[in-house]
Each structure stands twice: as C-alpha cells, then as structure tokens.
Nanobody, 116 residues
Framework: QVLLEESGGGLVQAGGSLRLSCTAS????????MGWFLQPPGQQRELVAQ???????TYSDSAKGRFTVSRDIAKNTVTLQMASLKPEDTGVYLC??????????WGPGTQVTVSP
C-alpha cells in the first residue's frame, strides 16, 4: 500500500505564499501521476494541479498563473508552490497519486487557511 504524507500547510494572509510537499513511500513502482486536490469547507474536493511522470502538468483555472506543481521522481515527492493566495484557496489540500495499474492513493491532507 502506497503511503502519502503532506506537509507545509498553515495560516497565511491573502497575497501570501505557501509551499506544500508530499512524499510517497512503500511504492515499488514509479507513480504515473502525482498532484493535489483542494477540499474547501463543506464542499467536494476539486483538482488543483497534477504532474505526470513525463513532466506534463495540468492546473485548475483558479490555480493557473499562481500555483506551480513540480515533482522529484527519484525522491518520490511532489510540491505545490502557491502564490498570491486568496481566501477562497482555504481548505484541506490532499496529495494524491495514481499507480501504473490505475490504483489511486491519497494522503490525509494538510490545512491551508488564507485570511482576508
């Protein structure tokens, strides 16, 4: 079973920056995709950004131009650099990964709170 562990959440003022990191462990294969979902309070989770093993990235419309997702395959990590944060970016950020046979894995999440 692949384990994902996030770090880097916290409280920040609007306009500020945060860097989230996620490390995968116990995987004996290279993960096809790694990325981040956001679950705002009382809402469903939504994709923020993801990066494929070939380096291809996709972003939500909200994240484009403000967030950057990157990955270190050798270290089994994915990072989300967030800038120009807005109160609507508040919520639990969940790291996710997809294995080569389609298995999906999730981290427990890290809270990000952006104050006005």
């Amino acid at each position: 079973q692949v384990l994902l562990e996030e770090s880097g959440g916290g409280l920040v003022q609007a306009g500020g920056s945060l860097r989230l990191s996620c490390t995968a462990s116990r995987n004996k294969f290279t993960l096809d995709v790694m990325g981040w979902f956001l679950q705002p309070p009382g809402q469903q989770r939504e994709l923020v950004a993801q990066i494929y093993r070939n380096g291809l990235t996709t972003y939500s419309d909200s994240a484009k131009g403000r967030f950057t997702v990157s990955r270190d395959i050798a270290k089994n990590t994915v990072t989300l650099q967030m800038a120009s944060l807005k109160p609507e970016d508040t919520g639990v950020y969940l790291c996710f990964a997809v294995g080569p046979t389609g298995g999906q894995y999730w981290g427990p999440g890290t809270q990000v709170t952006v104050s006005p």
